[in-house]
């Protein structure tokens, strides 16, 4: 049996041969499970039921840390190819996704942005297609409401044909379109070179409502979902986690913690040269007085050096529209508000790697941080958004209380940030780095190559 026995479950003294010690006496219980007597294990039902013994140290065939989209889809993907093996999840918040998966824009990307051959360009479009497939079978709010592409600059019909060309490479639908065409798709869009980009296939969903139900389905499934289940220590050598007073001995871990991921892999000794940089994403919503007629995804031909998509227009499954996000530093991983998540060392580490970024300029970084700290004031935000729907006016755009954290990753020997997805292993882990857009929208088929590339003898160790 995969866990030494039943967590913190009251068991009768008697069935061990021992006497009580006491009412509230709490032991651990270290020999085999003691068999049950009438009394089912409840304390008040018989006087030598006094004792109560706790299991401190449970084991697992498969490890997740992080309850967000990746390590539910990694529970998921896990569950389905390993239908008798033991399998928890622990995740340090009270629920799933508590941060990027659950504040994220709801977008499920098409795939038209990624370099042919990476890992996203590899996942992005199957990935789509799953969880819509997902969506649909399990009767969950889905919009095919496809976008626009438009160039803000004169010299962007350049990157509107890369685009073009890296759509055909992924398989995306993507159709060149001129201005006339454009308004027909979306009246109020304006394109400064005549031309714009249609991509049919960008959906919408409501991402709270799809991590509850994959939840659900890992709860009916018997995977463990551990909440308020902070991991305070690894040992890596002998495969062990502690989280709160419990020792957890696993098979193979999967790290998926995010905002945390590069401090989990570092206790493995693992991506030592990558940091996370957070990014704090703010999104204005728009004034249902405004009279615009918003139909679709609005987007601005991307800088495709770095791994933002820069300000655009998304309309919700409920008809609101929210523009945004910014690419402000965040001065911690959780930093959502002013003073929020602040620690004194994390927030000086995020300063020095701002500072030694900016002074380095790889990937055009400082015009990205002069351009994105202009865009926390409204009016500098508005102008980002007129080049797309020249009718927006800063009193058209109201505060809103969806923010997010990017968890961008940092590759400190290149002094770039890291376009792709990472994912390194060791003997008995598999490290998730890098897990931002398009995370959510490839997550299922993300989950299956992460398993199909670890190889099975990676996995021998977890009969345990």
């Known amino acids: 049996m995969s866990r030494a026995w039943e967590r913190r479950r009251l068991v009768c003294i008697r069935s061990n041969g021992r006497r009580p010690a006491g009412p509230g006496t709490i032991e651990r219980y270290g020999g085999a499970k003691p068999e049950a007597c009438a009394c089912s294990g409840r304390q008040d039902a018989c006087a030598p039921c006094a004792m ?19 390590g539910l889809a990694l529970a998921r993907e896990l569950r389905q190819r390993f239908p008798a093996q033991t399998i928890a999840l622990f995740e340090k918040e009270g629920g799933v996704g508590k941060h990027a998966s659950g504040r994220n824009s709801g977008v499920l990307h098409s795939g038209i942005y990624y370099s042919p051959g990476s890992l996203k360009a590899k996942v992005s479009v199957e990935g789509r297609r799953l969880m819509t497939e997902y969506c649909e079978q399990n009767h969950l709010p889905l919009s095919r409401i496809g976008k626009v592409i438009l160039p803000v600059r004169e010299t962007d019909d350049a990157q509107l044909d890369l685009l073009l060309s890296r ?45 509850a139900k994959i939840a659900e389905d890992l709860k009916s499934n018997r995977v463990d979902l551990r909440f308020g289940a902070k991991v305070e220590s690894v040992d890596s050598k002998n495969s062990n986690l502690r989280v709160g007073p419990d020792t957890i001995h696993f098979g193979h871990l999967f790290n998926a913690a995010g905002a945390y991921a590069d401090i ?29 007629d918003i139909r679709h995804l ?36 959780e930093n959502y508000t002013w003073l929020q998540g602040l620690s004194l ?54 505060t809103s209380n969806k923010v997010g954290i990017r968890a961008q ?8 940030l890291v376009m792709d997805f990472v ?29 199909d590339e670890v190889s099975p003898q990676r996995y021998e160790g977890t009969k345990l």
Not at 264 to 292: E, H, M, Q, W
Request: aromatic fraction near 12%; glycine fraction near 8%; charge should be positive.
């Open 52 to 70: 109560v013994y706790f299991d401190h140290k449970m084991n697992y065939d498969f490890v997740i840390v992080g309850g967000g989209i990746v």
């Open 167 to 211: 759509a055909q490479s992924n398989g995306v639908r993507a159709e060149l379109v001129d201005q006339k065409a454009l308004t027909e798709i979306e009246p109020e869009a304006k394109s400064c070179t005549g031309k714009a980009l249609w991509v049919p296939d960008a959906c919408i969903v409501e991402s709270k409502i799809i991590l």
């Open 264 to 292: 989990v892999a570092k206790a493995f000794d693992i991506g030592k040269r990558f940091t996370i940089l957070p990014f704090k994403g703010i999104y204005y919503r728009l004034s249902p007085d405004s009279g615009l």
């Open 298 to 333: 609005i987007y601005a031909v991307p800088d495709l050096r770095v791994p933002f998509l820069g300000v655009h227009f998304m309309k919700t499954i409920g008809g609101e529209i929210y523009l945004g996000p910014t690419v402000i530093p965040a001065f911690g991983r």
């Open 345 to 398: 060392f994390d927030t000086g580490s995020i300063l020095y790697r701002i500072a030694e970024q900016y002074v380095h300029n790889r990937q055009g970084f400082r015009l990205l941080l002069h351009k994105e700290g202009r865009r926390f004031l409204r009016k500098y935000f508005a102008q980002a958004a007129q080049a797309l729907v020249p009718a927006i006016r800063p009193k058209l755009l109201m």
């Open 409 to 416: 990753l940092l590759d400190t020997e290149k002094k770039e």
């Open 423 to 451: 994912v390194e292993r060791s003997a008995n882990s598999t490290h998730i780095l890098n897990a931002v857009s398009p995370a959510f929208t490839s997550s299922f088929a993300f989950a299956s190559m992460v398993l």
